[in-house]
């Protein structure tokens, strides 16, 4: 995985940034940035531990007060731009080490000027570069090291050499390499949670939409089939019968009133989602309600409880509405039959609702092919409900004639308790 770095002070990631992108662990600054105290203060204290006690007699070195003084400087000088440039200063520290050998100038009180510098120029190489170009330079560096150690040996024999430069760079490229690995293990799993938490407010969002796509086409469905219901009975008896075409408006008017209270309901919801129950969404003690306004329509529903209701979760309650909701009003449209039944039966384990009727099951097939040739709407819709919950869902012709929606509710010990 490509992990790439957003430049950042130390007090953490920018402030422009999303919130869900700052809670993420940044990367170490980008190479452009320039020194800052504790490279500084890291340089100083090297020179003073190691090079100031040859200059000041305390310990012995070899060459003059000059060289030491310079090559003292030149080796822990690089560190001060070591986030910068870390390849390059690891090579120049190398190269003043190597050229102390070749000129035989010790300016630290160890065999070949052993001291912190190498390690950590290798530290932050491996730190700052990947495994392979960070191993390449260590290797590189290293070799430089013991070629000029070998020279070194052969010009200046009465002094003594050794390798210790790879002993002390070696563990410190190690540690380097695992602290970069760590940061950007780190890194690549704050990223993938906030992949994560993306992928889950996109879902959130879609599934938010399509309830609301339900709900709407519910209730313009059940309200606009009523309409169009009364509206053909007020004009049909305007003329000889003015108190039944008056009555049939009043139920528009109500029915289109109430349509319009629940419409602002469900947008409201949609600004300012909460529980349902503090929205007024209707649940099962709705549906006598729901049966009693198809009467206005000519429908005569047959309304059966079996069984001792329990506390069932608001939106299954709401879910409940809906199907019988949805399944009474395309009795409305396309049965073609005065008679219905619900049915809402209790089980220990299961909340099932039942519609059926006894209408023309040939009339039925026009809604049932429509409403499941992909729109999300009618039988689709009701199905897609019915699966939140993980029930049943049957919709079909019934052998003795008419037809029949059944939505089955599984009921656990969690359902149960709420």
Same mark, same amino acid.
């Given at each position: 995985? /490509? ?7 130390? %007090? ?6 999303? $919130? ?12 452009? %940035? ?14 003073? *531990? ?22 003292? /400087? ?12 870390? &390849? =390059?200063?690891?090579?120049? &520290? ?53 070629? %000029? ?20 760079? *070696? ?26 938490? #993306? ?28 309409? /169009? ?51 007024? #969404? ?17 429908? @005569? ?33 396309? =049965?073609?039959? =005065?008679?219905?039944? @619900? ?18 099951? /040939?009339?039925? %097939?026009? $809604? ?51």
């Amino acid at each position: 995985m /490509a992990i790439t770095s957003v430049p950042r002070d130390h %007090a953490g990631p920018p402030a422009s940034l999303p $919130w869900h992108q700052r809670l993420i662990p940044m990367p170490h600054r980008a190479d452009g %940035a320039g020194p800052d105290t504790r490279d500084i203060a890291i340089a100083a204290v090297c020179y003073a *531990a190691f090079t100031l006690p040859v200059l000041v007699g305390v310990t012995g070195g070899i060459g003059s007060l000059a060289a030491i003084t310079m090559l003292g /400087a030149a080796t822990v000088a690089p560190l001060i731009v070591r986030r910068r440039w870390p &390849v =390059a200063v690891l090579f120049a &520290v190398s190269g003043v080490l190597c050229l102390s050998a070749v000129l035989g100038v010790r300016f630290t009180p160890w065999v070949s000027n052993a001291g912190p510098a190498i390690a950590i120029a290798a530290f932050t190489v491996a730190d700052r570069r990947s495994r392979r170009d960070s191993a390449l330079a260590i290797a590189a560096a290293a070799i430089a090291a013991c070629g %000029a150690a070998r020279v070194g040996l052969d010009l200046h024999p009465d002094q003594d050499q050794d390798f210790v430069q790879l002993l002390i760079a *070696a563990p410190a490229w190690l540690l380097g390499d695992m602290v970069r690995t760590r940061r950007e293990y780190r890194h690549s799993i704050a990223v993938q949670r906030r992949h994560r938490a #993306e992928e889950e407010e996109r879902r959130i969002r879609a599934e938010e939409r399509l309830r609301v796509s339900r709900d709407v086409h519910d209730l313009l469905s059940h309200t606009l089939s009523m309409v /169009a219901v009364r509206s053909g009975v007020a004009r049909l008896l305007l003329d000889e019968q003015p108190g039944e075409a008056r009555q049939a408006l009043s139920t528009i008017e109500t029915a289109s009133r109430s349509a319009l209270n629940e419409l602002r309901r469900v947008l409201a919801q949609i600004r300012e989602p909460g529980p349902s129950h503090e929205t007024g #969404e209707p649940g099962l003690a709705e549906i006598d309600e729901l049966i009693d306004g198809m009467g206005h329509d000519g429908l @005569v529903v047959e309304y059966r409880i079996v069984g001792e209701p329990v506390g069932y979760p608001a939106l299954l309650q709401t879910t409940a509405y809906r199907i019988a909701q949805e399944a009474l009003t395309n009795v409305v449209k396309h =049965a073609h039959t =005065a008679r219905a039944q @619900v049915e809402v039966r209790h089980a220990p384990h299961e909340l099932t609702v039942s519609i059926v009727d006894d209408g023309p099951a /040939a009339q039925h %097939a026009g $809604w049932s092919d429509i409403d499941d040739s992909g729109s999300g709407l009618g039988l689709v819709g009701m199905r897609e409900r019915v699966a939140l919950f993980g029930g049943r869902f049957e919709a079909g012709p019934r052998p003795e004639g008419g037809f029949a929606v059944v939505a089955g509710f599984p009921i656990g010990a969690d359902d149960d308790a709420c």
